[in-house]
């Protein structure tokens, strides 16, 4: 199994930056990339941003390109999201994943609240 524990969410003014934290632990070995997902109530989960372990790749969903960057630390197993230039729209709990074939795990999601 894996785990993962999100942190760093938080309410901020429009134009503020938060950065999100995930880490993993238990069976970790084998999986090949980490991202973020969001979710607002009543709407579908969306995709935010994602990075693979062979390369680095990186991909961003367009209404965030330019203001949130992912990154990693191997060693600690953990993906950060620095986001900045925050709007209200970004308003969502934001949930990690990890994938490891063939299932994607899931954090418990952290909160992000941006007011106008």
């Known amino acids: 199994q894996v785990q993962l524990v999100e942190s760093g969410g938080g309410l901020v003014q429009a134009g503020g930056s938060l950065r999100l934290s995930c880490a993993a632990s238990?069976?970790?070995?084998?999986?090949?990339?980490m991202g973020w997902f969001r979710q607002v109530v009543g709407k579908e989960r969306e995709f935010v941003a994602g990075?693979?372990?062979?390369?680095?790749?990186?991909t961003y969903r367009d209404s965030v390109k330019g203001r949130f960057t992912i990154s990693r630390d191997n060693g600690k197993n953990t993906v950060y999201l620095q986001m900045n230039s925050l709007k209200p729209e970004d308003t969502a709990v934001y949930y990690c994943?990890?994938?490891?074939?063939?299932?994607?795990?899931w954090g418990p999601g952290t909160q992000v609240i941006v007011s106008s």
């Open positions: 238990g069976r970790t070995d084998r999986s090949y990339g």
């Open positions: 990075i693979v372990w062979n390369g680095g790749t990186t």
């Open positions: 994943y990890l994938d490891r074939a063939p299932t994607r795990y």
